[in-house]
């Protein structure tokens, strides 16, 4: 078992530009989740899904945009890049004891 | 919304000494989570309690649920090098409900 796989592991994007996190877990778990991590602030959670088709807004959802593709894979878009959404980016799942599992992250830098 | 405050934020010991950190919140969690992330890696689940009053270890880990269920605490016994990284504290209200994570504690170990 791979766990949860992020791709790319660095990006590094001029302002305006568009992207796609991809994220994809192999536990057949129902929800997943996308978090971004800042200095001082921990992780907030940016979207999730409970399950595949329905997707949720979090904390800090604004300028992003999610897919629940199937049951393994939840990428999450940046239509307009701006300096403000520089940050570590991590995608989790969670097994039905409600624990959470993440992948490696996705450093962004946004120029 | 709700909020968990943890501390503290950083912390220095000397390889050997032990190591306490906690999280409060201003309102109550029937499931406390604790993280390690090391640097460049995505969160790891430590230990994850999910009863008022239980104290859970895991080798040289020791974390408790408060009875209140306001508040929850790690202890590290006799330090590491290995040990350095970030800890997150995490509460849930019901196993299906989101994670607010606390800001994270900082632990270096010096040799």
């Known amino acids: 078992n791979a766990g949860v796989t992020q791709t790319p592991k660095f990006q590094v994007l001029k302002t305006g530009q568009s992207m796609t996190l991809q994220c994809a877990q192999d536990?057949?778990?129902?929800?997943m989740y996308w978090y971004r991590q800042d200095p001082g602030m921990g992780l907030r959670l940016i979207y999730y899904?409970?399950?595949?088709?329905?997707?949720d807004k979090g904390e800090v959802p604004n300028g992003y945009n999610v897919s629940r593709l199937n049951k393994r894979e939840f990428s999450l878009r940046l239509e307009s890049a701006a300096p403000s959404q520089t940050s570590v980016y991590f995608c989790?799942?969670?097994?039905?004891?409600?624990?959470?599992?993440f992948g490696p992250g996705t450093r962004l830098t946004v120029l | 919304g709700q909020q968990l405050n943890q501390s503290p934020q950083s912390m220095f010991i000397q390889e050997g000494e032990d190591v306490s950190m906690n999280c409060t919140s201003s309102s109550i969690f029937n499931t406390w989570l604790w993280y390690k992330q090391d640097p460049g890696e995505g969160p790891v689940l430590l230990i994850a309690l999910y009863k008022a009053g239980e104290l859970t270890s895991n080798g040289r880990l020791t974390a408790q649920f408060g009875i209140t269920r306001k508040d929850s605490f790690l202890n590290i016994s006799a330090s590491i090098p290995s040990d350095v990284g970030i800890y997150f504290c995490?509460?849930?209200?019901?196993?299906?409900?989101?994670?607010?994570f606390g800001e994270g504690t900082q632990l270096t170990v010096n040799p």
């Open positions: 899904s409970a399950s595949e088709g329905t997707t």
């Open positions: 989790a799942s969670r097994d039905n004891q409600g624990e959470q599992f």
């Open positions: 536990m057949n778990h129902n929800s």
């Open positions: 995490a509460g849930q209200v019901t196993s299906g409900s989101r994670l607010t």
